[in-house]
């Protein structure tokens, strides 16, 4: 290695963005405390929660953080899904983030009636195929591991017109494009993928009751029981800001670098895997002949830090469900390859990072 | 106010440690990723489990990091609760605080038979009345309210001979007692009470089955979906750590001035609350005449961070369930006071919060 490391895993975890560096620490009283400490953590805990519903364009009345996007997941599908009256369905997508699809399954041996819907082979959901039953559908914003752009507004509108709530699982994307919450019932955000370093959060309309997943005290609208996490609370609201500031002009930055990556990938073999409308960082493929995780440790030896898709299933050894549900061969989804630009990847940082990828895929290419 | 303020509500959330403000930033990579970025990540989770480990003596395995000691209470209880054969009741006594509560009444509305047991006069459990179909027992390190040390052992002893779990709710009491792990099947840690400012833990004997709250990853031994908090997580084990080393020596430095304060509070008219065994630093009473919440904001405005009880109850305006559980009357339910010092607290700042106690409680005796 004779230069800096290239860090291509935005989407598997965002660097801490300058602005959240810059905010020091939070108050250390507890705000659910009436004293002067208690009330300084309190507004600062105000604060980050109308900052991000700023960031989000709307009431701050709906916004409860949580510990990361899993638990904001949880909370919007089990809580909602467990209020579903009988004979109404949870719907979503195969190719989902496993929180979605973990939930739901979960959902489903609780005997709630779900529906996992296939999608194209570019991962994208269709919503022509929602059964008239959904009580429930569950949607990405953009697709964790591919970067395809879901259609949530027409999914928003075919809900509606079926009376379901609809759920928009935004943890992947809202760096780069804004999630229409105002088309929506539920939302849930990751921090540590905004560039928060940590926490969650979770939007659901003011009037929705939801069944809570903790008990005890009257924290977050009641929506979640526990001691806020004040630090993690204004970071999170932090990034949001800065995503909605930035995304425009940070997504036309990063789209031709990341083309350029797409075109070298296939290029080296790689087949093409995500649809035409996606996050404009993400450059993918799938390989045969090699596995995913082997591409990745050849890349992290010769400095580029890569994924195989989700960070929440690495070391798993199993193909990508992703690649999976959008019909390629169990040796094409054995061998994934994700490669996404953050908010400050330069063209000398993809120049050195193609180097390696010209190594390391070229002795693929000559084993096949 | 001519002097500067004192914080006396350490149980409800302790001072930062200066060795948790020490860490600096953790690794922003995720600690699932299999690059370098991600190892590094990994590597100061895996450290911050083995520090807990350490400072709890037992094994790194059975530990599983939580956003909070809500959360962690919640794993333990409704994890092995809802795993529970028919006919063995989740136990816990009344004067337990309102997470362990929650999720027993929670498990009860679930179908769980459950028992609530009556406390004593000091809010104290007795091993002697666990049901004989008691399946899991729950019993706090000791009371949040009135710093009642409970009889941990004598409850795990009656557990075992009925076969049942016993989960300590560790979250009050660490920083000045060692909670007796090895007595234990499962244990739960809040870390803002520890002096860690964010965070939780929980302990489960790792051969232990826990039904999950949230899906998806298999982080955190599966007990726990979701990326983690990984400076949360070093600072919970940093706090343990020095607990333990601390813990004696603050106990002694802090039990004569806890105990005039104590003096003061009856001496001013207040009817003591809590046992005679309990933690060093807690200074409790009951006033009649006046409510809790008053006599908080007039000490508040006298320089002074006092509590009411539990600072998750806060703003609620209802009687404290703790004192109602020891036997007390309606009207000196509502009127409790808890003083807890910290690590830091100085015969100076006793001092001065003498004063202000005399001159606030003095009005109210002369109200009276």
Redesign the interface.
């Known amino acids: 290695m004779t230069s800096a490391?290239v860090?291509l895993?935005d989407a598997?975890?965002?660097?801490?963005l300058p602005e959240v560096?810059a905010l020091g620490?939070?108050p250390?009283?507890?705000p659910?405390?009436?004293?002067?400490?208690?009330r300084r953590a309190r507004a600062v805990l105000d604060r980050a929660r109308d900052l991000a519903a700023g960031a989000l364009a709307i009431d701050a009345s709906g916004l409860s953080f949580?510990?990361?996007?899993?638990?904001a997941?949880?909370v919007a599908i089990?809580g909602a899904g467990r209020r579903l009256p009988r004979g109404r369905r949870v719907v979503t997508w195969a190719a989902e983030?496993?929180?979605v699809l973990?939930?739901v399954?979960?959902l489903e041996l609780e005997g709630v009636a779900v529906a996992v819907l296939p999608v194209d082979g570019s991962a994208r959901a269709g919503a022509a195929s929602i059964p008239a039953d959904a009580g429930l559908v569950s949607v990405g914003l953009a697709n964790n591991e591919v970067g395809t752009i879901q259609p949530v507004s027409e999914i928003a509108i075919r809900a509606r017109q079926l009376d379901a709530l609809v759920h928009l699982d935004a943890c992947q994307g809202p760096r780069w494009i804004a999630p229409p919450l105002e088309e929506v019932d539920l939302a849930s955000f990751?921090g540590?993928k905004l560039g928060a370093?940590?926490?969650?959060l979770l939007y659901a309309r003011p009037s929705l009751r939801l069944e809570p997943?903790?008990?005890?005290?009257?924290?977050e609208w009641a929506r979640r029981?526990?001691?806020e996490?004040?630090?993690?609370a204004l970071a999170v609201a932090t990034a949001l800001d800065a995503c909605r500031r930035q995304r425009a002009a940070r997504s036309s930055a990063a789209a031709p670098l990341a083309g350029s990556i797409q075109r070298l990938l296939e290029s080296l073999g790689g087949r093409p895997t995500g649809g035409p409308a996606r996050l404009a960082n993400y450059a993918t493929a799938a390989f045969t002949m090699v596995r995913g995780?082997d591409l990745?440790?050849a890349?992290?030896l010769d400095g580029v830090?890569?994924?195989s898709g989700?960070?929440?299933?690495?070391?798993?050894l199993d193909p990508s469900h992703v690649l999976l549900a959008m019909g390629l061969g169990l040796d094409e989804a054995l061998g994934s390859l994700r490669l996404t630009l953050g908010y400050e990847t330069t063209a000398a940082g993809v120049e050195t990072a193609s180097g390696a990828l010209r190594r390391v895929l070229g002795k693929v290419a000559a084993r096949a």
């Open positions: 490391r860090y895993d598997g975890s965002a660097p801490v560096a620490e939070p250390a009283g507890n659910s405390s009436p004293h002067a400490e208690g949580t510990a990361n996007g899993t638990e997941v949880n089990l983030h496993q929180a973990g939930a399954r979960r990751s540590h370093g940590r926490g969650g997943l903790l008990f005890g005290g009257p924290q029981a526990g001691r996490d004040v630090g993690g995780e990745l440790l890349l992290d830090a890569a994924s989700s960070a929440c299933a690495s070391g798993s």
